[in-house]
């Protein structure tokens, strides 16, 4: 069932992920950064904010005044800054949007995700409440409306016995206390509650990625001022609690609950609203979903280097003191709650070399259900398969639609779980020990992993920049990555197979 | 041809971004209305009458128990009528609040009504029974498009403030 939706998600996205990866390469689309995009419209929202707080006039009698001040006398700096602070804070509700559909229809919110999924929830409501408390300050007749409805809202809940809504009846009785109590929750209180909400959302991954590439923040950046320049926000008349405000210009973004305020009812706001979050909150286990077998550590062949700790996309390894009492003084230890089976850290490790005795490919850790020493029995079985000249093998990642593709077109293929889990020796094993001329590795795209940092360690890796490294005698005109977006019906990849065939054919008529 | 792109991705972003902070307005009423919010909090009159406690009534209490009187807790509901031109256009009957319904009763109230000239009529019953108003009061009032009246209940002067 929620597969399903997973799957017309998909299908939906793929409507927006086609025409920007024409525009994007993988690595700079958006969509492949949509959580380090919001990152980044946060910082512009902080410091545009930091510039409106010099500013700006924490009174009801001056507050208006103030940001009108900024906006029109001011229009070069205060104007742009105040643009700049509505625009990005909009911007990131839709990269939020985006961010948690993403999560969702790729099925990346369960098993170990769950912490991440659960903890981004409260960062909405903190989002939300920044947004209100940020039109409430300007004073004028959208924040009347805003405070208003706002605490139409509040005096639904049982907390509070007087009405609150009551205190916004005439400028006369309303105080500066309450406005000074607006100001301090949006200015102070809920910034530093967002800015440990979200180290907590990203604290468990290892290297998550905070800041979207240069090219992005530079684009994402652009896109703002010049809109703020082009079209400046402003206020609307100052609020006077005399008269109700008939029309507003209305911040979709952030008060698109407002109007079911007076139309239905607070309650049923508040009812909508709770149950959206608790669906979302249960959402990881319903229903839950299978756990295949973890990571399991040999000791005999581990040497405590570490180097699966430093990869594993989870933080799921912890070297611990060694237990065996051999001379090493590490070992490594799956935390089996973290693991999500990627093989990733068998990547990583210098023992998963297939140049070792058939008997004895044992490495240091090790996916019970996909064994190094199964996936080289898969290369010497598939370089035994006849096939087209020069011969291609080509790895792909599990459950990819595209490595299914090639199959059928009678590729030879061995699947990994992801392309980090292949240890750079083997490429180097095919290729010495001529089970293949060329090696095609059709993982998912950078941003876009399954299971995070495939994409990234395996370039790190071949390009000789990270442990453990192909060897230099490995030729890597005879590699080629075909990084391509998961289950996109994209750009058949039994063409790119194709392609690279010939230009092996090229490079081998060369010599 | 890649920045092309590139631009185009983002212009379409900013215009996404402007238009929806924006539009569609929101209109919150009909351009010929004014608006009545009915606002405050009244505690009303107790259910019964106090009854003053006799000697035997006082040796029987605990020494630091002892009152001269003792009054039943519980409020009377608050009944609430706002007429426009002789026809009802609100009325509610609110109880007390708290577990012993010794509270008060907070009203809040928002009430469109078409703009113009109304005569106004609030009348508030808290003693209970239906002997009529304890409180009413009338007022001649020309609200123009827009406006917001507010419906007060002044405790110091028990007596309603309309402005
Ligand atoms: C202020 C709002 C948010 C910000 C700034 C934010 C930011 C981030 C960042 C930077 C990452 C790390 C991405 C990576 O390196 O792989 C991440 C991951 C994640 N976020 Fe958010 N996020 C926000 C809201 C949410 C919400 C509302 C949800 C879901 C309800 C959510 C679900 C997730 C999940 C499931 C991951 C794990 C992704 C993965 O492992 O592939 N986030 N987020
Ligand atoms: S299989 Fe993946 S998640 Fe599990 S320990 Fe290894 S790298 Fe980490
Ligand atoms: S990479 Fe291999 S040898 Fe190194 S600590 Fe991990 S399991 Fe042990």
Known sequence: MIGRVHSIGRSFYELLRRPLARAFESKQNPLNQLGALTIFFCWIVLVSGIWLLIFFRTSVSAAFESVEYLTHEQWYLGGVMRSLHRYASDALIITILLHVIKEFIFNRYRLNRWFNWVTGIPLVWMIFALGITGYWLVWDQLAQYVAISTAELLDALPIFTDSMAGNFMSDELLSNRFFTLMAFIHLIGLPIFLVFGIWLHVFRLNGPRINPPRRLMAGALLCMLLLSVIYPAISHDKANLAMAPQALRFDWFYLHVYPLIQRWSPGWVWILLVGISVVLTIAPWAPPAKKTTVAVVDLDNCNGCKRCADDCPFGAIEMIPRTDGTNYTHQASVTDDLCISCGICVGACPTATPFRSKSALVPGIDLPNRSAASIRQDIVDQAETPSDDPRVMIFGCRDDRQTEIVRKAGGNVVTVRCMAHLQPSYLDFVLSRGHADGVMLLGCENGNCDYRLGADWTEARIARVRDPWLRKRTDTTKIAMGWLAPWANIANPVKRVGAFRDALRVTEGDT | ?163
């Not at chain 2, 006799?54 to 003792?70: F, H």
């Not at chain 2, 409180?135 to 498009?145: C, I, M, S, Y």
């Open chain 2, 1 to 163: 041809m890649r920045l092309f792109g590139e631009i185009a991705a983002w212009a379409t972003f900013a215009v996404v971004v402007g238009v929806l902070s924006v539009w569609p307005r929101y209109e919150m009423m009909d351009s010929g209305a004014a608006i009545l919010t009915l606002t405050f909090s009244h505690a009303a009159q107790r259910v019964g009458e106090c009854r003053t406690l006799t000697q035997e009534d006082l040796n029987e209490l605990p020494p630091n128990m002892r009152r001269p009187s003792d009054c039943p807790r519980e409020r009377n509901p608050v009944h609430i009528e706002l007429r426009s031109s002789g026809s009802v256009i609100y009325q509610d009957l609110l109880t007390p609040s708290g577990v012993w319904s010794d509270g008060k009763v907070n009203i809040y109230k928002r009430i469109v009504i078409p703009a113009g000239p109304h005569e106004l009529f609030i009348g508030m019953n808290d003693s209970g029974g239906d002997s009529g108003f304890d409180f009413e009061t009338r007022a001649r009032v020309d609200l123009q498009p827009g406006r917001n009246l507010v419906i007060r209940f002044d405790e110091l002067s028990s007596g309603f403030v309309i402005r």
